[in-house]
T-cell receptor
Framework: GENVEQHPSTLSVQEGDSAVIKCTYSDSASNYFPWYKQELGKRPQLIIDIRSNVGEKKDQRIAVTLNKTAKHFSLHITETQPEDSAVYFCAAGPTSGTYKYIFGTGTRLKVLA | GAGVSQSPSNKVTEKGKDVELRCDPISGHTALYWYRQSLGQGLEFLIYFQGNSAPDKSGLPSDRFSAERTGGSVSTLTIQRTQQEDSAVYLC???????????FGPGTRLLVL
């Protein structure tokens, strides 16, 4: 079935360093790839997304890259700050013939001050 | 404007009891999703509603789980004869017709004793 693999599961970085989270998806029909940030006890919130007709998108300190051929997409956070600490989820969809989106298993990012 | 809301925010129940979880989507959003998030895990798709179409129930883990959406708006997820493994956060998300972004509610934290 459809699958999204996300790595690493945990990531610790020093404040000011960069963080990279990678996802791989299986369904070649997927054309929308959002990233969500979930702070402890809060709802997931969209931070950036990319569509299949674009290879890279940037919003201030956050960027996402997409390689459709390899079915890889990545989240890049530069100049990390303590408030970036959270769990980040990638997703891919919709899957063939449906409106389902498959989520990765999440990456717990800790930014050390 | 008002976002997705869910109630109750927390629910403690005894094994074997039935529970109902409610989701109020963003006004005008035609698509509604239910996900389950177990402790430290990713988002597991449960069910999807789109307008008046038949729901996609492919993610429901057993026949103890069911959901309905009345009048194309509010949705209720029902778990019958709850088991301890049902303990999780149940998240609801809605999406506008033609849109791609899912907006999440705050979730219902269910604990089955």
């Amino acid at each position: 079935g459809e699958n999204v693999e996300q790595h690493p599961s945990t990531l610790s970085v020093q404040e000011g360093d960069s963080a990279v989270i990678k996802c791989t998806y299986s369904d070649s029909a997927s054309n929308y790839f959002p990233w969500y940030k979930q702070e402890l006890g809060k709802r997931p919130q969209l931070i950036i997304d990319i569509r299949s007709n674009v290879g890279e998108k940037k919003d201030q300190r956050i960027a996402v890259t997409l390689n459709k051929t390899a079915k890889h997409f990545s989240l890049h956070i530069t100049e990390t700050q303590p408030e970036d600490s959270a769990v980040y989820f990638c997703a891919a969809g919709p899957t063939s013939g449906t409106y389902k989106y498959i989520f990765g298993t999440g990456t717990r990012l800790k930014v050390l001050a | 404007g008002a976002g997705v809301s869910q109630s109750p925010s927390n629910k403690v129940t005894e094994k074997g009891k039935d529970v109902e979880l409610r989701c109020d989507p963003i006004s005008g959003h035609t698509a509604l999703y239910w996900y389950r998030q177990s402790l430290g895990q990713g988002l597991e798709f449960l069910i999807y509603f789109q307008g008046n179409s038949a729901p996609d129930k492919s993610g429901l883990p057993s026949d103890r789980f069911s959901a309905e959406r009345t009048g194309g708006s509010v949705s209720t997820l029902t778990i019958q004869r709850t088991q301890q493994e049902d303990s999780a956060v149940y998240l609801c998300a809605s999406r506008s017709s033609g849109g791609e972004t899912q907006y999440f509610g705050p979730g219902t934290r269910l604990l089955v004793l």
